[in-house]
């Protein structure tokens, strides 16, 4: 029978490399990503404003937060940064087409958001950074301050279209 440390190594391994591979398509364009310029592009088409400033919140949080997964470290926050990126895709670009995937819903972003919790929630295990370096987080504290966290800069970037100036259409004399 396999440990629970094993399993929750394995699931580490697998969600924080794909995650990995997510935020550098968006940061450098690598696996078939658009890069930095593209991700740009598409929070702008979004209407999520400074759109630089989110892509670069985005990819560093799926890369970061698959890190963070990988290795085992900062375990509640990796989590739910990654918690973070899923919402506002889910609030953007998911949900106005309902929950199965096939017709781009929110189905997998909704299954990378559990599993993302369920990590932060339980730990790392003891095959991370975390238990080699003996850091014990106040849970579920941390895990709580950091989803709030989060859940403040989707609510931030859901509203930020609403600060934005339109330019004033010029009067013809």
């Known amino acids: ?84 990126v899923m919402l506002m895709a889910i609030a953007k670009v998911h949900w106005q087409h309902g929950l199965w995937v096939s017709n781009n819903g929110m189905e997998y972003t909704l299954m990378n958001l559990v599993v993302a919790g369920v990590l932060g929630l339980t730990g790392p295990g003891a095959y991370s950074l975390d238990a080699l370096l003996n850091l014990n987080y106040p849970m579920p504290l941390t895990f709580v301050a950091a989803v709030v966290a989060a859940i403040v800069g989707v609510l931030v970037a859901l509203v930020s279209n609403n600060f934005v100036e339109e330019p004033e259409a010029e009067t013809q004399s």
């Open 1 to 84: 029978m396999l440990s629970l440390d094993t399993a929750l190594l394995l699931l580490r391994l697998v969600i924080g490399l794909l995650f990995i591979g997510h935020g550098t398509q968006k940061l450098f364009g690598w696996f078939g990503g658009h890069g930095l310029e593209g991700t740009t592009a598409f929070f702008e088409k979004l209407e999520v404003y400074p759109p630089r400033m989110w892509a670069w919140i985005a990819a560093l949080g799926e890369t970061l937060g698959g890190l963070g997964l990988v290795v085992g470290l900062l375990t509640p926050v990796a989590g739910a940064a990654i918690i973070g």
